[in-house]
């Protein structure tokens, strides 16, 4: 973009709007809609505040060290600066990231209701980080689930086997894709599109008998 000559305006927005969605796309795949506009918009106001800051310095200091052309920045640092700027920004983004898994594992409880083929079943499922199973041929995912629950509902048309690892070895679950997910808590309640439900003998907890992400809910 730097080395283009002035673009219109117009033009160069349409590029940029539509390279910034890809770079999300990419970056955070594509879920649900809602999720994926949430996440372009935070990425625009990111990237606005740090060309205003970019462009604060460059006009403050008049530094060659900065340029600004199509409103594409360029950074002349060599690869001793491009080095630590990228360890800092990897530390920086390390520890947001700690601290918001920590956040977000804290147990939250759902209800959880899983409905398929004219039935239903509830449950009361545990917001779980640890739980980062997907379907591994769609991406969507993994709803864990104790199997006795979900028995009479189970659907082997939609058979899958979801891969589990832990430390020691990789087993397997069985999953289907039922008709229709919904998670509730007291913020309201939301459809999980495409998520699909595996049975486990394996949740210790007795208070739940389901795990779910937390990073797949907007709630």
Do not use: Q
């Not at 973009?1 to 160069?12: C, E, F, K, N, T």
């Not at 372009?40 to 310095?57: D, E, N, R, Y």
């Not at 980080?129 to 709803?143: A, D, Y």
């Not at 069985?174 to 049975?199: C, Q, T």
């Amino acid at each position: 973009m730097i080395i283009l000559v002035d673009l219109p305006p117009a033009l160069s927005a349409v590029l940029k709007i539509a390279v910034g969605l890809l770079i999300v796309g990419l970056a955070f795949r594509f879920y649900r809609l809602k999720s994926f506009f949430i996440a372009a918009g935070i990425f625009v106001f990111s990237s606005f505040v740090f060309l205003g800051v970019t462009v604060g310095i460059y006009m403050l200091f008049k530094t060659e060290a900065i340029a600004v052309k199509n409103s594409t920045v360029y950074f002349d640092i060599g690869a001793r600066g491009l080095l630590l700027c990228a360890f800092f920004a990897y530390a920086v983004s390390s520890l947001i990231v700690r601290l918001y898994n920590r956040s977000l594992a804290k147990g939250e409880m759902y209800m959880l209701k899983i409905e398929n083929g004219g039935k239903s079943v509830s449950a009361l499922a545990l917001a779980d980080t640890g739980n980062k199973l997907r379907e591994p041929f769609s991406g969507k995912s993994v709803i864990v689930v104790k199997s006795d629950l979900v028995k009479d509902i189970f659907d082997r048309k939609s058979l899958r086997l979801i891969p589990a690892a832990t430390v020691n070895s990789v087993s397997y679950l069985e999953a289907f894709k039922p008709d229709r997910v919904v998670v509730k808590n007291s913020n309201g309640e939301e459809v999980i599109d495409g998520a699909y439900v595996a049975l486990s003998d394996e949740i210790k907890n007795g208070s739940c008998s389901a795990v779910i992400n937390p990073e797949i809910l907007s709630l």
